[in-house]
């Protein structure tokens, strides 16, 4: 079965936008869970702009399965090595950027990205790296020891949105996607999918894991998070 992972840095956006506690991360977590999500991911951007520490902390605390998206530095990696988390994902992070543009260049980072991943490793964390489709970056991921990989899925979403060719592209994931299984690695997708996206790449077998994060949160403003996740699950088993 093919899991959900629920991203809710949106719900703390919302929060701080009037700089209360209104909505509450930690209750959208745990309701996301209780709805069928799998996991819940939250990223602690370096700039704050919206999971918190304190929300990181009170995540940590719970029997959530938390996905922490990090930036690679060592002052992140003590973060997260201070809450523990189930899973760590290593992704790339530009200060101005509106969203994560594309995958971690892992080798320009090698020995960074290597250091990080071993330390998380010994704590028995599960690590991934978040990459482009490419073979280069998934050889290197196994070079790094990461046990997972999520590929970056931000260009066949636009492809599918737009109603454009993105058959090249999914041919491309889905060799990828084959290759790391092939490696060992567990192959999860991640990065601007909706119902249509996560559908079409549910039919690659060797992706384990969607993580989907700003659709889930803006369609809930419509329908309800229940019926959004309910509706993903259903695209994913497709």
Do not use: W
Not at 171 to 192: M, P, Q, R, W
Request: glycine residues 6%; aromatic residues 6%.
């Amino acid at each position: 079965m093919k899991r959900l992972g629920v991203n809710i840095d949106h719900v703390a956006t919302l929060r701080n936008a009037r700089g209360g506690l209104h909505p509450n991360p930690l209750i959208v977590a745990k309701e996301a869970i209780s709805f069928g999500a799998d996991s819940i991911t939250i990223h602690l951007r370096e700039d704050r702009r919206h999971i918190k520490d304190i929300d990181l902390k009170k995540l940590s605390n719970t029997k959530i399965p938390l996905n922490l998206e990090i930036a690679c530095n060592y002052k992140m990696l003590k973060i997260a090595l201070k809450n523990n988390p189930k899973f760590v994902c290593l992704v790339p992070e530009k200060r101005k950027e509106i969203t994560t543009e594309g995958g971690l260049n892992l080798i320009k980072y090698y020995k960074k990205i290597k250091f990080i991943v071993d330390r998380l490793n010994k704590k028995k964390i599960r690590t991934s790296l978040f990459i482009n489709p490419s073979f280069k970056d998934i050889l290197y991921s196994k070079r790094i020891n990461a046990n997972c990989v999520e590929i970056h899925t931000g260009r066949i979403s636009n492809l599918i949105k737009n109603k454009k060719n993105y058959l090249n592209e999914f041919k491309k994931i889905k060799k990828c996607a084959k290759y790391a299984n092939s490696l060992g690695i567990e192959v999860h997708a991640g990065h601007g999918m909706d119902y249509k996206t996560t559908q079409i790449l549910s039919k690659i077998k060797e992706i384990k894991e969607f993580n989907i994060g700003h659709f889930i949160i803006g369609e809930a403003i419509s329908i309800g998070l229940k019926n959004v996740i309910k509706r993903v699950k259903n695209s994913i088993k497709k």
